[in-house]
C-alpha cells in the first residue's frame, strides 16, 4: 500500500463583501405593538418572586424576535444579552428592571423611533423558576425532606469578575435558607456550582436572576451489564506499533494478561485527601476496545491476539456506593466538565496525545434549549490543543418488555424510533469538533446454547443496535444531519422466546478484556456506544500514528472519507434519516492510511482567510475521465474545519465552511465568479453541469465541522479539461466577524479518486506526473 498524495496549492480569492444579518421587519401596527410590549414588560417587572430586590436586584426576561435584531440597541435600553435560541429567542438581563426598555417601548410608540428594531420584536416574557428546571428537578416535586444535591449554572459573564459577583449573588441567596456551596467552577464563559439545598433553597435558586439552569448532577449514561465467562489462560499476545490513545475512565486493571506493559499510566488528578471508590469494569472495557480492533476476529479464528499501540489513562470515574448495582458516576472531587477539562489538558501537555477517547456522557437525550458547559469544553480544547475527541452518542434504556422510552418495540418499530426525541443524542455527544460515535451490531445472531429456541437479536448485522443513540446534532437547519458522525461495533440485544431482553448474550454483543481476570474471565461480552467510540479511537490513532504531522482536522477528515455504510443504512432510503443513524458509515484504518493503484487519496491541510474562498486545483487523469464500459467512478471530497463555538449564541459555530467542485471551467471566470458571491446569499451562482452534484446535498451538513460527499459517474466525460476545481468556501456568522481572535479557519481537505474497474494502469502513478512534492511525510512501522 502507498502512501496519500499531496493536493496543489490553493488559489486564495479576496475576502467577499459581508452582508448584513437577520432579516426584514414584519409590518406592525404601532401603537397597538408598543401597548403589548409594554403591557408584556409591566407583567414581566411585577412577576412574584420570592426574593426581595435587596438580595437579588436584577431581572431576566425573554424577548422573542422574528429574525436577528441588531444587538448594539440591546445594550442602549441597559440590557446585557445573556444567551440566544435557534428561534430567536434572546436571554437578557436588565439590572435597572427594564426601566430603560420601557422607556424606549413609550419613544417608539409616540415617534416610531427604532421602529426598525421593535418592529422585529413579538414577545417580551419573564425567565423564570419552570425555564430554569433542567433535567432531574421535576422529579425532585416541590417539597422533599431533608436536602438534596443540585447543579446550578450561572449565566455567561462579560469578564471574571462579574462572574465572580453572580457567583457571590447566589452564595447570599443560599446563605438565607442555611445551604452550603459544595463545588465551584468560575470562569466568564463557565459558571458551575454544585450545592446541598433545602426544599426552600431549591425553590429560592429556580427565582434567582443570575442562574440560567438548576438540574440533578448529570449521570453517566449506564451500559448494559453482563459477564460472560468464556476466557482462555494460553493466548497469545501480538504487539503492534500505534499511537497512544488517552482514555478518561474508571481505572483500567493494567494486570490482566492483555493489558500488561500496554497500559502505560492510569493517573488521577484529584486532590491526595479524595477517597475513591474501588475500581469498576467499565474502564478495563474500554480501554481493551481501543488496545485489540480485532479481538473478535482473532478469537473465532483461532488467531494470536493482536494489540495496537498503547493507552494512558486518567481516572475520571467511579461506582457509584448508594446506587443499585453500582453504575458509574463521575468523581465527586469537581463538576463533570472541569474533571475532563483538567484530564484532557493533561494528557496533552504531559504525554503528548493526539486521540483521546472519552466514553461517557449524559444519562438523558439533548435538549437544543439547554446545551452543557461539557459539550462546549470538548469543542473548546479540540480546537486549542488540536486533537481529536471521540465520544460516544449514549444509550436509551430498554424496559422488560423490549420497549424504548418512547413506547416503541425494538424489533416490531424499527426504524422509528430511532427519530423520536427521547432517541436523540445524550450530551457531550453534539460536540461540533469531536467525532461523535453511535453503535451497529457485529452479529445477528444469538450465542448457540440449550433451550435456546425462539431466541433472537433486535438487529441483524450491521444494522443500529435499538440502545443506540441517533442525530441531529446543534443547528439551525431543519434539514441537518451532522450527527452522528461516525458508527462501529458495540452490540445487540437479544429477545428470549418471552420476548423479554437479554442484555449481553455473548454471541451478539461486543467482546473485550474483563477486569474480572482474577476470577479466570479474560473477557467480557458487552453493550453499548461506549465501545464504539474506542474502535473509532483507534482507527484516528492509527492515522495519527502514520501521518504525524496530520492536524486534528486532517485526521477527522481521512477518518471521515474512509468510511463506508453498512448494507442495512441502504434500507432507510431517505438521506437524511440514514445519516441520523448511520453516520457517514464505519471507518476502515487502511482506507484512511493508504492510497493504492485504483483508490488514491490527496490531501490539503491549512488555513484561509474568514470570508474568502480558496480554489484546490484537483488534477483528473484522462484514463480516470475516459473509465470503462459500465464501470462506475467515483469522486468523494471530505473537509474537516475547528471554528471557535459559543453555547450562548443561536449559531453555536463561529463560522461554516462548504465545500465544491467544478469542471470544464476557466479558472479565470470560476475565480471571478465567487468573487461576486455575496456570503450571506445562499444562491449558488453556477448551477449548470459544470458543478458537481455532489450526494449528499449540502443542506444536510450545513451545521456540521465534518463533511463528506461524493460524485459518481458511469459516463465518459473525456472531452472535460484534465483538471477539476475543488473550491472551499468559509461565511463567519454575524457575531464572531471583526473578533480579533478569528482571522483565519483551519480546515484540511481529503479528496480521493476510486475507479476498481480500472486494470490495466495504476491511478496513483498517474496522478504523480501531474502532482509536484507528491507525497505526504508518513512513518513506517
Known amino acids: 500500500m502507498s502512501d496519500h498524495l499531496l493536493l496543489p496549492n490553493p488559489r486564495p480569492l479576496p475576502s467577499r463583501r459581508a452582508g448584513g444579518g437577520g432579516g426584514?421587519?414584519?409590518?406592525?401596527?404601532?401603537?397597538?405593538?408598543?401597548?403589548?410590549?409594554?403591557?408584556?414588560?409591566?407583567?414581566?417587572?411585577?412577576?412574584?418572586?420570592?426574593?426581595?430586590?435587596?438580595?437579588?436586584?436584577?431581572?431576566?426576561?425573554?424577548?422573542?424576535?422574528?429574525?436577528?435584531?441588531?444587538?448594539?440597541?440591546?445594550?442602549?435600553?441597559?440590557?446585557q444579552v445573556l444567551g440566544e435560541t435557534i428561534d430567536y429567542t434572546y436571554f437578557v438581563l436588565a439590572s435597572d428592571q427594564g426601566d430603560a426598555l420601557g422607556h424606549a417601548i413609550d419613544v417608539y410608540r409616540r415617534t416610531g423611533d427604532m421602529r426598525s428594531f421593535f418592529a422585529l420584536i413579538d414577545d417580551i416574557e419573564p425567565y423564570g423558576p419552570e425555564d430554569r428546571r433542567g433535567p432531574g428537578i421535576s422529579e425532585l416535586g416541590d417539597r422533599f425532606p431533608g436536602r438534596v444535591v443540585i447543579d446550578i449554572g450561572i449565566w455567561v459573564a462579560g469578564t471574571r469578575d462579574e462572574a465572580v459577583a453572580r457567583v457571590q449573588t447566589v452564595e447570599?441567596?443560599?446563605?438565607?435558607?442555611?445551604?452550603?456551596?459544595?463545588?465551584?467552577?468560575?470562569?466568564?464563559?463557565?459558571?458551575?456550582?454544585?450545592?446541598?439545598?433545602?426544599?426552600?433553597?431549591?425553590?429560592?435558586?429556580?427565582?434567582?436572576?443570575?442562574?440560567?439552569?438548576?438540574?440533578?448532577?448529570?449521570?453517566?449514561?449506564?451500559?448494559f451489564r453482563d459477564w460472560w465467562n468464556a476466557g482462555a489462560t494460553d493466548v497469545r499476545r501480538v504487539e503492534k506499533p500505534g499511537a497512544v490513545v488517552g482514555v478518561l475512565d474508571d481505572a483500567p486493571a493494567t494486570a490482566h494478561p492483555l493489558l500488561d506493559g500496554i497500559v502505560l499510566s492510569v493517573e488521577s488528578l484529584?486532590?491526595?485527601?479524595?477517597?475513591?471508590?474501588?475500581?469498576?469494569?467499565?474502564?478495563?472495557?474500554?480501554a481493551g476496545r481501543v488496545l485489540y480492533p480485532h479481538l473478535a476476529e482473532e478469537l473465532r479464528d483461532l488467531r494470536p491476539l493482536s494489540s495496537v499501540g498503547a493507552v494512558r489513562a486518567v481516572r475520571i470515574l467511579e461506582p457509584d456506593p448508594h446506587r443499585p448495582n453500582n453504575p458509574p458516576r463521575f468523581a465527586t472531587y469537581a463538576v463533570p466538565h472541569e474533571l475532563i477539562g483538567t484530564a484532557i489538558r493533561h494528557l496533552?501537555?504531559?504525554?503528548?496525545?493526539?486521540?483521546?477517547?472519552?466514553?461517557?456522557?449524559?444519562?438523558?437525550?439533548?435538549?437544543?434549549?439547554?446545551?452543557?458547559?461539557?459539550?462546549e469544553t470538548i469543542d473548546d480544547l479540540a480546537r486549542e490543543l488540536d486533537i481529536v475527541l471521540v465520544v460516544p452518542t449514549g444509550n436509551v434504556g430498554i424496559d422488560l418488555h423490549a420497549r424504548t422510552p418512547s413506547g416503541h418495540h425494538i424489533l416490531d418499530d424499527k426504524p422509528e424510533y430511532f427519530f423520536t426525541p427521547e432517541h436523540r443524542l445524550a450530551e457531550p455527544g453534539p460536540a461540533a469538533l469531536a467525532l461523535t460515535v453511535g453503535s451497529i451490531a457485529m452479529s445477528g445472531a444469538p450465542a448457540e446454547m440449550p433451550n435456546r429456541f425462539g431466541w433472537r437479536t433486535a438487529a441483524g448485522a450491521g444494522e443500529a443496535s435499538a440502545f443506540s443513540r441517533s442525530g441531529p446534532?446543534?443547528?439551525?437547519?431543519?434539514?441537518?444531519?451532522?450527527?452522528?458522525?461516525?458508527?462501529?461495533?458495540?452490540?445487540?440485544?437479544?429477545?428470549?422466546?418471552?420476548?423479554?431482553?437479554?442484555?449481553?448474550?455473548?454471541?451478539?454483543?461486543?467482546?473485550?478484556?474483563?477486569?474480572?481476570?482474577?476470577?479466570?474471565?479474560?473477557?467480557?461480552?458487552?453493550?453499548?456506544?461506549?465501545?464504539?467510540?474506542?474502535?473509532?479511537?483507534?482507527?484516528?490513532?492509527?492515522?495519527?500514528?502514520?501521518?504525524?504531522?496530520?492536524?486534528?482536522?486532517?485526521?477527522?477528515?481521512?477518518?471521515?472519507?474512509?468510511?463506508?455504510?453498512?448494507?442495512?443504512?441502504?434500507?432507510?432510503?431517505?438521506?437524511?434519516?440514514?445519516?441520523?443513524?448511520?453516520?457517514?458509515?464505519?471507518?476502515?484504518?487502511?482506507?484512511?492510511?493508504?492510497?493504492?493503484?485504483?483508490r488514491v487519496t490527496m490531501t490539503f491541510d491549512g488555513k484561509m482567510s474568514i470570508d474568502t474562498v480558496q480554489i484546490h486545483p484537483l488534477p483528473i487523469p484522462e484514463l480516470f475521465r475516459r473509465g470503462h464500459q459500465g464501470g462506475e467512478r467515483t469522486i468523494t471530497v471530505a473537509l474537516a474545519f475547528d471554528p471557535p463555538v459559543r453555547r450562548q449564541r443561536r449559531e453555536y459555530l463561529a463560522g461554516t465552511m462548504k465545500v465544491d467542485i467544478y469542471r470544464n471551467i476557466d479558472p479565470d471566470e470560476l475565480a471571478e465568479i465567487l468573487i461576486r458571491q455575496d456570503p450571506d446569499?445562499?444562491?449558488?451562482?453556477?448551477?449548470?453541469?459544470?458543478?458537481?452534484?455532489?450526494?449528499?446535498?449540502?443542506?444536510?451538513?450545513?451545521?456540521?465541522?465534518?463533511?463528506?460527499r461524493s460524485w459518481k459517474r458511469k459516463q465518459t466525460?473525456?472531452?472535460?479539461?484534465?483538471?477539476?476545481?475543488?473550491?472551499?468556501?468559509?461565511?463567519?456568522?454575524?457575531?464572531?466577524?471583526?473578533?480579533?481572535?478569528?482571522?483565519?479557519?483551519?480546515?484540511?481537505?481529503?479528496?480521493t479518486l476510486e475507479d476498481q474497474h480500472l486494470v490495466q494502469a495504476d491511478l496513483r502513478e498517474l496522478l504523480i506526473q501531474r502532482v509536484h512534492n507528491p507525497a505526504r511525510v508518513r512513518v513506517r512501522a
Open 24 to 79: 426584514g421587519a414584519p409590518p406592525r401596527q404601532r401603537d397597538q405593538h408598543a401597548d403589548h410590549l409594554q403591557r408584556q414588560l409591566t407583567a414581566t417587572a411585577r412577576a412574584p418572586r420570592r426574593l426581595d430586590a435587596g438580595v437579588d436586584p436584577a431581572l431576566v426576561f425573554k424577548i422573542s424576535a422574528t429574525a436577528r435584531p441588531d444587538e448594539n440597541v440591546f445594550a442602549r435600553q441597559a440590557l
Open 348 to 375: 496533552h501537555s504531559q504525554h503528548g496525545v493526539k486521540v483521546i477517547n472519552l466514553s461517557v456522557g449524559y444519562d438523558e437525550p439533548f435538549n437544543d434549549a439547554h446545551l452543557g458547559a461539557l459539550t
Open 172 to 223: 447570599n441567596v443560599l446563605a438565607r435558607t442555611g445551604d452550603t456551596i459544595l463545588l465551584r467552577s468560575v470562569s466568564a464563559r463557565r459558571t458551575y456550582l454544585r450545592a446541598e439545598v433545602t426544599a426552600e433553597g431549591l425553590a429560592n435558586m429556580l427565582d434567582t436572576s443570575v442562574v440560567e439552569f438548576v438540574r440533578t448532577p448529570p449521570v453517566p449514561f449506564l451500559d
Open 681 to 708: 446569499d445562499p444562491r449558488e451562482l453556477i448551477n449548470d453541469l459544470r458543478r458537481l452534484k455532489l450526494e449528499p446535498g449540502s443542506s444536510a451538513f450545513t451545521n456540521a465541522t465534518l463533511q463528506v
Open 473 to 598: 446534532g446543534l443547528g439551525t437547519n431543519s434539514k441537518r444531519a451532522n450527527k452522528p458522525d461516525i458508527v462501529h461495533f458495540g452490540g445487540n440485544i437479544v429477545l428470549n422466546d418471552s420476548g423479554h431482553p437479554v442484555l449481553n448474550d455473548p454471541g451478539a454483543s461486543v467482546v473485550t478484556p474483563s477486569s474480572r481476570h482474577t476470577d479466570g474471565r479474560l473477557f467480557a461480552a458487552v453493550n453499548g456506544t461506549s465501545f464504539a467510540a474506542p474502535a473509532v479511537a483507534r482507527v484516528a490513532a492509527d492515522v495519527a500514528h502514520a501521518y504525524p504531522d496530520a492536524s486534528a482536522n486532517l485526521i477527522r477528515a481521512l477518518v471521515g472519507s474512509s468510511a463506508t455504510h453498512p448494507a442495512p443504512a441502504e434500507q432507510l432510503a431517505d438521506t437524511h434519516r440514514r445519516l441520523r443513524v448511520y453516520g457517514l458509515g464505519t471507518p476502515h484504518a487502511d482506507r484512511a492510511i493508504d492510497s493504492d493503484r485504483n
Open 717 to 751: 466525460f473525456v472531452d472535460d479539461t484534465d483538471t477539476f476545481y475543488v473550491v472551499a468556501t468559509h461565511k463567519a456568522q454575524t457575531w464572531a466577524r471583526g473578533a480579533p481572535e478569528y482571522t483565519h479557519q483551519r480546515y484540511a481537505l481529503a479528496v
Open 270 to 286: 484529584a486532590p491526595a485527601s479524595y477517597a475513591w471508590q474501588q475500581p469498576g469494569s467499565h474502564g478495563t472495557e474500554v
